[in-house]
């Protein structure tokens, strides 16, 4: 007899997903961080907790996507969507998890008025970059610029 997987459910973001946020962060990049993810999911759930998600497979959190809704910023007066933070935990990978917090937050942003979606990737981060290029996005007219200071 087949087994059945578990299903993958999205749902918003609440406090209670800080400690599985911060333990799907230390596998993905090996640094231990409860106060950066406390602060960083509080700013969220703030600024507005439908427009951030997390995955659960089988009752447990194994994957987030953060963003909010912005306009007026960087010379861009249209309201877009912006996807800020993203993680699927490493052994739940495979299962479809990246693509439907994506499509839950795409259609949550166009529901809520934005026309496009946004984000920023470090050029050495290769799997997220073919991630989001799976899902749709491609080169903007903005473009990142830095200044080393000290």
């Given at each position: 007899m087949p087994v059945e997987a578990p299903e993958i459910t999205v749902r918003p973001l609440s406090d209670v997903d800080i400690d599985a946020i911060t333990r799907i962060d230390e596998k993905l990049t090996g640094r231990y961080r409860p106060d950066f993810w406390e602060e960083r999911v509080a700013y969220y759930i703030r600024r507005d907790p439908e427009s951030s998600r997390v995955a659960e497979l089988g009752g447990e959190v194994v994957g987030f996507m953060l963003g909010d809704m912005r306009g007026g910023e960087f010379g861009l007066e249209e309201t877009s969507g912006w996807i800020e933070r993203f993680g699927v935990?490493?052994?739940?990978?495979?299962?479809?998890?990246?693509r439907k917090l994506?499509?839950?937050l795409s259609e949550y942003f166009k529901?809520?008025?934005?026309?496009?979606?946004r984000t920023f990737v470090d050029t050495g981060q290769t799997e997220t970059a073919t991630f989001l290029k799976a899902v749709g996005f491609g080169p903007s007219a903005l473009t990142a610029l830095e200044q080393k200071l000290g």
């Open positions: 935990d490493p052994a739940a990978r495979g299962k479809g998890i990246g994506f499509a839950a529901a809520s008025g934005a026309h496009t979606l």
